[in-house]
């Protein structure tokens, strides 16, 4: 119980500490927004760094050199677990916002630095809205900020199984000619997921795979790069556990 006592302890330190970084943030937003953002992004790494520390988890990131550092990207991973954000986060090279449920819109402090790094926040129940939101991620895909979404929409809670990608998602690549870059997470579900309340030390493997241009794909597929996607994350998990012994 030590792990979930120290990472929770350091998350409501960094969120109320954090109130005069919010402040200078701002004003710093008023006269220099690019500025603002790859500050934002600092910060929140070097958290999000930290509590992983705490929870005892060793990150190993392979296909590192698959993203691009120049150009917005839309990444695509699958999804077991809170810490998957704080995995992938970590590793952005340039500012990177997250599609979120609005659900994060309760948490006014959080909320705080999640708009400061261009979250954009969904309420899977209302289509109309979900729309807005790929449209809203276009806009700032083209305004150079990176997109990230778990499209499966919600955390698997089966261990080593799927669920189907959701293709709206992948308008965002297709209306902007970003690359996609596919994110296999295997083994986050083992850091708290399956065995609630206690975070465990764990080993999570994160992988990159080659970029994909839903233009260059074969016409079928052109039409669903959120099947194509997720074959290509099944594929890199499957390999992944057999090198794990699983």
Not at 2 to 24: K, W
Not at 114 to 123: A, S
Not at 142 to 157: A, D, H, K, V
Not at 170 to 198: Q, V, W
Request: charged share 25%; with cysteine; net charge positive.
């Amino acid at each position: 119980m030590i792990r979930i006592l120290l990472v929770a302890l350091f998350v409501i330190l960094f969120l109320v500490c954090s109130i005069p970084l919010l402040i200078a943030e701002w004003i710093i937003g008023k006269y220099n927004r690019d500025l603002k953002s790859r500050s934002s992004l600092a910060i929140v790494k070097w958290a999000f760094r930290m509590c992983l520390f705490f929870a005892g988890t060793d990150v190993s990131v392979r296909g590192d050199e698959n993203v691009p550092k120049d150009t917005p990207v839309l990444y695509i991973g699958n999804h077991r677990s809170y810490f998957d954000i704080l995995i992938t986060y970590i590793q952005v090279p340039r500012p990177t916002g997250y599609i979120a449920k609005k659900e994060m819109l309760k948490w006014p402090l959080l909320v705080s630095w999640m708009r400061n790094l261009h979250c954009l926040f969904l309420d899977r129940n209302d289509v109309k809205q979900g729309l807005k939101i790929i449209l809203e991620a276009i806009d700032k895909v083209n305004s150079g900020i990176s997109i990230c979404i778990f499209p499966e929409g919600t955390r698997n809670r089966e261990n080593h199984t799927f669920m189907d990608f959701h293709e709206g998602s992948f308008k965002i690549a297709s209306k902007t000619g970003c690359p996609i870059i596919p994110m296999t997470i295997y083994n986050s579900g083992d850091i708290f997921e399956d065995h609630l309340p206690r975070i465990k030390k764990t080993h999570v493997i994160l992988e990159y795979g080659k970029p994909i241009y839903v233009k260059d794909l074969p016409k079928p597929d052109q039409k669903k790069p959120g099947a194509y996607t997720k074959n290509i994350i099944m594929e890199t998990y499957a390999k992944l556990k057999e090198e794990a012994g699983g």
